[in-house]
């Protein structure tokens, strides 16, 4: 079963400018969420969609915004890009069937977003 | 306001040692737990997880204990080896909704 599979691995962007990421979650798996790790902050939960739409989502601006298609892919976009969204970001997928033994997230290996 | 607390950023261990994670939380509402690994320029692995209606998991080399009533939470890595080495994660979550991450603890493994 191929895993979770995030594009690109490396990104450099300017500030100012906008930048989408995408996510391609394990087959099946019809819940996808997005994490942004930073030094000292662990990882902070930025949203969850499921089947479509958005089911959780995190505290942080309106600047960061995402989608799933029905294929259960996620695209992530933040706009107007601060040196302070500097970040690795983490997509996770999972079954939300809590008695499956996968319940927990599988996480891909993330995108490294640096803003300049 | 950080739910989820792992006091110790850094943890050093001699090899075949016991390593000893430790976890905070403050929700009371939390019902399931997890302990992730992360490697350098990877993505968290799913190591081991508890429900609240028990208060041990053992999994191999890896058992998770659970104190309700103290909001805590250990990782138990017994015995420990260079391997494993790596960033530790402790998470938390209720109704199966979002997990709340900690912010990590470092395990070194000294051979």
């Known amino acids: 079963k191929a895993g979770v599979t995030q594009t690109p691995r490396y990104l450099i962007k300017t500030r100012g400018q906008q930048v989408t990421l995408s996510c391609s979650p394990i087959?099946?798996?019809?819940?996808v969420s997005w994490y942004q790790q930073t030094p000292g902050q662990g990882l902070q939960f930025l949203f969850e969609?499921?089947?479509?739409?958005?089911?959780n989502k995190g505290n942080f601006p309106g600047r960061f915004s995402g989608r799933q298609f029905s294929n259960s892919r996620s695209e992530m976009n933040v706009s107007t890009l601060e040196l302070g969204d500097s970040a690795l970001y983490l997509c996770a997928s999972r079954d939300r069937d809590r008695r499956s033994p996968g319940y927990g997230y599988t996480f891909g290996s993330g995108t490294r977003l640096t803003v300049v | 306001d950080q739910q989820v607390k792992q006091n110790s950023p850094s943890l050093s261990v001699q090899e075949g040692r016991i390593s000893i994670l430790n976890c905070d939380y403050t929700?009371?509402?939390?019902?399931?737990f997890l302990w992730y690994k992360k490697y350098p320029a990877e993505g968290p692995t799913f190591l081991i997880s508890?429900?609240?209606?028990?208060d041990k998991n053992e999994d191999g080399r890896f058992t998770v204990f659970l104190n309700k009533s103290a909001k805590h939470l250990s990782l138990h890595i017994v015995p420990s080896q260079p391997g494993d080495s790596a960033v530790y994660f402790c998470a938390a979550s209720f109704t199966g909704n979002q997990f709340y991450f900690g912010t990590g603890t470092s395990l070194t493994v000294i051979p």
């Open positions: 087959s099946g798996h019809r819940s």
């Open positions: 508890i429900s609240s209606i028990k």
């Open positions: 929700n009371s509402m939390f019902d399931y």
């Open positions: 969609y499921f089947s479509e739409t958005q089911r």
